[in-house]
């Protein structure tokens, strides 16, 4: 074999990633709202790229403020009150008698509370905050048994054995059977290995099962109830609707801000000398391939809507429950794209239909093999077979996961193993058949 240095010269061709490429691909994923900051950034950016926001408009202080006279009515005032933010301090201190309170049980406890997290269990070291405050170890645990009396019932607990002990104590002090269990059994009490426990106590499997409901009503959270979770809004790309012609797409790009070119601008200083020319036709370059990508998105992202429609139409009529198997593959095939396109296209966007507003990624589930050779299922229509089961089953005998894998083969003719049926099972937050036993 002859082996020799040499120099060749051979054409190649291969796909560059340059900057404007990258932004492209950039673009396609952006959410609604990531687009519209990036158009704000890319006007600061290029003085020829200029945005008109079409929900902004101008204010005349004559003419709005003598409408606002005569079209004000008595909610208007209530409804210019900013919402006062959620103060976990203020809500226990309110309650407290400060009358009975010394300054110093007063200072104590307000440095407590501030060691409570947002579920309001107590995460601070009783021994350091005595040290810190330069008081007796008796008086900051006396303090914290203040708080522990307060509402809501469980506040101020170190764990969650502690906080639900509290609550338990609070809502029926006679239960004492309760309260032995949750305080000397309480890790295989959840564990459900109530045989030993019932034998040792002396009860039935009836009394511990009784138990176990009543400690299922209590709120391992207690401060979290207090707490409001702030308003999200959803802003969907597009909209399906259903018409007298059928299943409709319209992308909505109204809340995009509407660019244009800044015209005379850009004669004003087009032709003063080389540098500054330069600088603008490399602002128009700019300008217009932001014009082009951002067609592009939408173009790309308005093929992909409408062959999910054409894929799932049984889905926007009558139901999540008839999803049917899609890959994201599939899709890219279809519309000869890559994989990885239609993954951007979808990626935090979101569709209005006319049964509810669900992410892109919701359509794209994997396909589940049945009995017959020419038909396939989703996995969200095995969970949702999984729930039923489960729904109808024996409390007192629930099914095993190798049970549903029969169950799923025999009733449905759905092919999964035991090991697909556990993973969806607690995707879905269900426990598994020991744990759903119940001993009536």
Known sequence: MDLKAGLWQQQTLKLAMT????????????STQELAAFLEDKALENPLLKIENV?????????????????????????????????LEEHLISQLKITNLTA?????????????????????????IARKLQVDYEIVEDCLAIIQTLEPSGIGARDLQECLLMQCYYKNPNNELAQTILTNYFVPFAEKKWKPIAKELSVSL????????????????????????PTTYIIPDAIIEQTNQGLTVRM????????????????????????VSRFLQDKVQDYQWILRSIEQRK???????MKIVEKQP????????????????????ELEIHESTVSRAVREKYVQTPIGTFPLKTF????????????????????????????????????????????????????????????????????????RKRFI
């Open 364 to 435: 794209f589930t994997s396909t589940i093999q049945t009995v017959s050779d020419d038909e396939s299922t989703s996995s969200t229509q095995v969970k949702n077979e999984i729930s039923k089961l489960i729904a109808e089953e024996k409390k007192e005998k629930p099914l095993s996961d190798q049970d549903m894998v029969e169950q799923l083969k025999l009733q449905k003719g759905i092919l999964v193993s035991r090991r697909t049926v556990a993973k969806y099972r607690e995707q879905l937050g269900i426990p598994s058949s020991s744990k």
């Open 104 to 128: 110093v049980q007063m200072k104590i406890i307000r440095h407590l509370i501030k060691n409570l997290d947002e579920n309001g269990y107590f995460k601070g070291d009783l021994v350091e």
């Open 314 to 333: 049984v889905f926007f009529q009558k139901g999540s429950q008839y999803l049917v198997p899609m890959t994201m593959k599939e899709i890219a095939n």
């Open 19 to 30: 900057q404007e490429l990258s932004q492209a691909i950039a673009l396609l994923q952006y």
């Open 299 to 305: 173009e790309t992202l308005t093929k992909v809507v």
């Open 252 to 275: 909505y790009d109204d809340f995009l801000p509407r660019i244009g070119f800044n015209e005379p601008y850009y004669q004003k200083f087009n032709n003063q000398n080389k540098q």
């Open 206 to 229: 009836k009394d511990l099962q009784d138990v176990f409901d009543e400690i299922q009503q209590l709120n391992p959270k207690p401060a979290a109830m207090l707490q409001k979770e």
């Open 55 to 87: 929900h902004v408009k101008p204010m005349n202080p004559l003419i709005d403020r003598n409408r606002r006279k005569h079209q004000k009515t008595e909610k208007d005032w209530i409804e210019q009150i900013a919402e006062k933010p959620f103060s």
